[in-house]
């Protein structure tokens, strides 16, 4: 018997139990949820993935109650995003049915709250967890149509503090340093935030959409450039950042002994939000500490006394070179060849290119360097 023809053989409401297979009880117990029916007011009907629910929709069930574990388990970013899904599926069936939360002794509060903010109808206590009287009471209700919040269920549920995710980004993971992912987790219990470590561009990818990161540290000299610029990174994370709607979160970089002063000062141009001194690079961890206190409060963070010891030996003259001798990236090479071509200022370099003009400043910095000039005429000439 289908999905479909199930439905229809059932005479009191239907709810439909959406849970996550790996976690539940009822996965273990192939006769629980049968024998719960001959006692509930409603006929529980269990789904344990999207596609079986789109099927279980076509039967008008009455009512859908929804696991908390879901909402972990999905491979939808958030809470928000997983119940948007689940609205949406109702919409595409047309039905108007409430949604209620299964709750577990281990369910946080905020998820409880934020479900109730996002307009479910009610919770419904995991049987198991709590008293037999309360799930009866939770149905009861549901198939009212009644809200149903029950503050002392809500009260015994575990409400930790939660600190916001600071995302430590390096590509290359051997480095030379004894930072691991296991110190950066150690070093959470002195931090605001939860650092996590992050050395791929799809670890990236995969973190920004799970944790909504309050900021991002870039560590510039364990990236592999690849040909791509530090500019350039910055407009990808940005741009990854962007996409996920997150848009007003600060980047930093961090910053050790041997970052030139120059390469920090090109950083602040950028818009980067302020710099970390390194865990592994200094006398004391209250450095680093004191940089990601800064980032978590919104604070720019250029600490004089650490900038002040870095290094400034920049060559003060470079004798201009040839085309043949330059090495230039991708990006910098269609940047000059615009100046060349076509005489475009910085503002029309970028809005050919699709970039900001602050990036486009620095690629032609970065080539007046390579080349040894200091102005667009000279460039032009010792380029053809």
């Known amino acids: 018997m289908n999905a479909v023809n199930l439905l229809d053989t059932i005479q009191k409401p239907v709810m439909i139990y959406f849970r996550s297979p790996n976690d539940d009880v009822t996965k273990g117990y192939s006769t629980v949820v049968a024998d719960f029916n001959n006692v509930l007011p409603v006929d529980v009907v269990v789904c344990d993935g999207w596609t079986e629910l789109s099927i279980l929709l076509l039967g008008n069930p009455s009512q859908i109650a929804i696991n908390s574990n879901v909402l972990t388990s999905t491979s939808a970013a958030t809470i928000k995003e997983t119940i948007g899904m689940l609205q949406t599926e109702l919409k595409l069936a047309k039905l108007d049915i409430p949604i209620a939360l299964v709750v577990e002794k281990t369910t946080r509060r905020s998820v409880v709250l934020e479900a109730k903010r996002l307009g479910l109808q009610g919770l419904i206590p995991y049987h198991g967890d ?35 995710v600071h995302i430590y980004f390096r590509e290359t993971k051997d480095t030379g340093t004894n930072v691991t992912p296991e110190l950066v987790e150690d070093y959470n219990q002195y931090l605001p935030v939860r650092a996590i470590m992050c050395t791929s561009w799809s670890e990236f990818d995969q973190l920004i959409a799970t944790t909504s990161p309050h900021q991002v540290v870039l560590h510039a000299s364990h990236m592999s450039t690849q040909h791509v610029t530090i500019p350039e990174m910055i407009v990808m994370l940005e741009t990854k950042l962007k996409l996920h709607n997150l848009h007003d979160v600060p980047i930093a970089m961090i910053v050790d002994r041997t970052t030139p002063l120059r390469e920090v000062k090109s950083w602040k141009r950028l818009g980067i939000f302020g710099v970390v001194p390194f865990i592994d690079d200094v006398d004391t961890h209250a450095e680093t500490i004191r940089g990601v206190e800064a980032l978590t409060n919104r604070i720019p963070y250029w600490p004089k006394h650490i900038l002040d010891q870095l290094p400034t030996d920049t060559p003060k003259k470079i004798k201009p070179k040839k085309s043949e001798e330059i090495t230039l990236s991708p990006r910098q090479t269609e940047v000059l060849e615009l100046i060349k071509s076509r005489g475009l200022g910085n503002k029309q370099i970028a809005r050919t290119l699709g970039i900001s003009e602050s990036t486009v400043k620095m690629h032609v910095g970065d080539i007046m360097t390579a080349y040894g000039v200091r102005n667009r005429v000279q460039l032009a000439v010792l380029s053809q």
Not at 136 to 153: N, Q, V, Y
């Open 130 to 164: 709590w008293d037999p009287a309360d799930i009866m009471t939770a149905l009861s209700a549901l198939t009212d149509r009644k809200l149903h919040w029950p503050e002392h269920i809500i009260d015994q549920l575990p409400n930790p503090k939660e600190k916001p």
